[in-house]
């Protein structure tokens, strides 16, 4: 592939199997050690990763679930763009077992694992964390729950453009990730929303630290004026906050009418205040 003719450009022939196939150890013990080698791969393979996965997602089924593997999420602005990001975590030790097991030496497994993030920086950018300690069975079992819990309802709630039916409010003890959990929602939202933005706020309740409160997420977004409002509307429902429909009462700051819109995702409840500026 022209990609694979830019790796050999780069790094050499070396860098082939005796098939013609990438040798992806060879590479990994060059990129892993050398900063530089690494930025240079990652210029010739991302463009060339997010333009093949626009063009899957592009062709996808309506009711697909496109699903993105990438090790190389390190920051909000990275995951705003998705509708929920999963992380799969593992005891260090482990995963240096499991890369030795798939033909990595030590040293460069532990090169490999040095040059990413780790698991207490990347777990607040996911929506779920994932267990990877057991064997394949195991995880296999977690995804499959994930999948008929979570994603495939939350796709369907997509789909039709609706929230996610909610129980009764229950109020519960102050959970230390709401401010890491409101940080990444508003920046999904304000990925979505683009230059209709005035404003991003986490409000209410479990914005406030140490206070019991009903466990749904109360965030703020201000526009230019109620156009806007109604302009951003397609853009929030997919990305998974559909508009509530009817005027509803913003009972964060007194009776005064705003837009509302609330989570598809019914694993997080999430009431998202549309105001204008």
Do not use: K
């Amino acid at each position: 592939s022209p990609g694979l003719a830019a790796v050999i450009d780069r790094f050499g022939p070396v860098m082939l199997t005796d098939d013609g196939s990438l040798n992806r150890a060879a590479l990994a013990a060059v990129v892993f050690s050398d900063p530089d080698a690494r930025r240079d791969l990652e210029a010739i393979t991302h463009p060339r990763i997010r333009d093949r996965f626009d063009e899957l997602a592009a062709t996808a089924p309506a009711d697909a679930v496109v699903v993105n593997d990438i090790p190389l999420l390190t920051a909000l602005p990275a995951v705003a763009g998705f509708q929920l990001v999963v992380g799969v975590g593992a005891d260090v030790d482990l995963r240096i077992r499991r890369l030795i097991g798939r033909g990595l030496a030590e040293a460069d497994a532990r090169a490999r694992i040095a040059a990413q993030i780790d698991d207490d920086a990347r777990r607040p950018l996911t929506d779920v964390w994932m267990d990877n300690n057991g064997g394949v069975e195991a995880l296999r079992a977690a995804v499959d729950a994930l999948w008929d819990a979570r994603l495939r309802p939350f796709g369907d709630q997509l789909l039709r453009a609706v929230p996610a039916t909610r129980g009764l409010p229950v109020v519960v003890p102050s959970d230390p990730t709401w401010p890491t959990t409101a940080a990444r929602l508003l920046a999904r939202i304000g990925f979505a929303a683009g230059t209709a933005v005035r404003g991003l706020e986490h409000i209410g309740p479990t914005a406030a630290p140490g206070i019991a409160a009903v466990d749904v997420l109360d965030l703020q977004m201000t526009v230019a004026d109620p156009a806007a409002a109604d302009a951003v509307a397609p853009a929030l429902a997919h990305a998974g906050f559909p508009r509530v429909t009817g005027p509803a009462v913003d009972t964060i700051h007194g009776p005064a009418r705003c837009v509302l819109h609330r989570n598809a995702d019914p694993g997080r409840a999430v009431d998202l205040h549309v105001r204008v500026a």
